[in-house]
């Protein structure tokens, strides 16, 4: 198995497929809600609403560079998202996050490990492989969040 295969599957495990390391992933977490419990504030922590749009976001970002765009995402914006105020607004939310989830993937699954070791636009942000397998943590810890405010939320 090549490379952006192997990273392509570990995107997969953490965003909309797998079970293997945590026994679900974000995708599962996120469709069972509802709209109201999405958005619901647990103290100073964010919502899952919050939080899908923040991985998504970033996602989105990086998936535009794969495919020749400029990197136009800044973390000051990584929360600026117009509110979710019904269930139709939370499920764009989600089609969203699920659509960009595998658009990037397959953009991952088909670099070549030539690309994968290039400077990702700056030398400065490292290379491709280092920025996808930290889109993998940052993924992994938030969805470490959204298990944790679920359960705040139903233990209410």
Known sequence: MKLAESLAN??????????????????????????????????????????????????????????????????????????????????????KFCSDSEKFIYLVAKMTDKELFKNFVDEKYGDYHRNIDVIIEHTYYHLGQVLLIKKLIKNR
């Not at 679900?24 to 109201?36: H, P, V």
């Not at 103290?43 to 939080?51: K, P, W």
């Open 10 to 95: 570990r995107l997969k495990e953490v965003l909309i497929e797998g079970k293997w390391v945590t026994g679900t992933n974000f995708k599962e977490q996120i469709f069972d809600l509802d709209w109201k419990e999405a958005i619901q504030k647990v103290d100073s922590l964010n919502s899952i609403a919050d939080l899908t749009f923040h991985v998504s976001y970033y996602i989105a970002g990086v998936a535009k560079v794969l495919e020749g765009g400029s990197l136009d995402i800044k973390d000051k914006y990584s929360f600026d998202y117009p509110p979710v105020r019904s269930n139709e607004d939370w499920k764009n939310l989600i089609n």
